[in-house]
């Protein structure tokens, strides 16, 4: 079971840098948009679904790929395009 767990989570030592660079990327543009829409991350978790607020952490400190769907949702609730998350300045 453990062998299972650990191929279907790669550690940062496993990922390329371009991957490591666009979680980091995509995180840090998430939680910018989140802050111009002055939500806390306990809010844009209950927007989209999530009971676990950690989980928009993760998520903006790219510990985690998020989904498509969860773009997808994260883009709908702070109401801008997926096009507008992945726009890094």
Do not use: H, W
């Not at 995180?27 to 306990?42: H, M, N, S, V, Y």
């Not at 676990?52 to 997808?72: F, K, M, T």
């Amino acid at each position: 079971m453990f062998i299972k767990i650990f191929l279907f989570m790669p550690s940062l030592a496993y990922m390329d840098d371009k991957e490591i660079k666009f979680r980091k990327q995509l995180g840090a543009r998430i939680q910018e948009l989140r802050q111009d829409k002055e939500l806390t991350q306990p809010q844009l978790a209950a927007l989209i679904g999530f009971k676990d607020y950690q989980a928009i952490s993760r998520i903006e400190n790219g510990r985690v790929s998020p989904s498509i769907y969860i773009i997808y949702q994260i883009s709908k609730a702070l109401e801008v395009k997926i096009d507008d998350l992945c726009n890094f300045k």
